[in-house]
């Protein structure tokens, strides 16, 4: 029971990419937890100049 926060790794990936990256990120974290008790974030923080554009793809790719 509980919840994992995590998944995507804020400093290399969210910030460049490339858009295979986030969705193998997203597609690892829900293989290693079978997507429950998920809850895809990245590691520490969303640094502030992770493009928006990027953020967007975590959220279709959890979506997919």
């Known amino acids: 029971s509980g919840l994992l926060a995590g998944g995507i790794n804020e400093w290399n990936t969210l910030v460049t990419g490339p858009v295979s990256a986030i969705e193998a990120d997203v597609k690892d974290a829900i293989e290693q937890t079978g997507g429950r008790g998920l809850l895809i974030a990245p590691g520490c923080v969303v ?15 959890v979506e997919k």
């Open 47 to 61: 640094p502030g100049h992770a493009p928006e554009e990027h953020l967007m793809l975590v959220r279709n790719a």
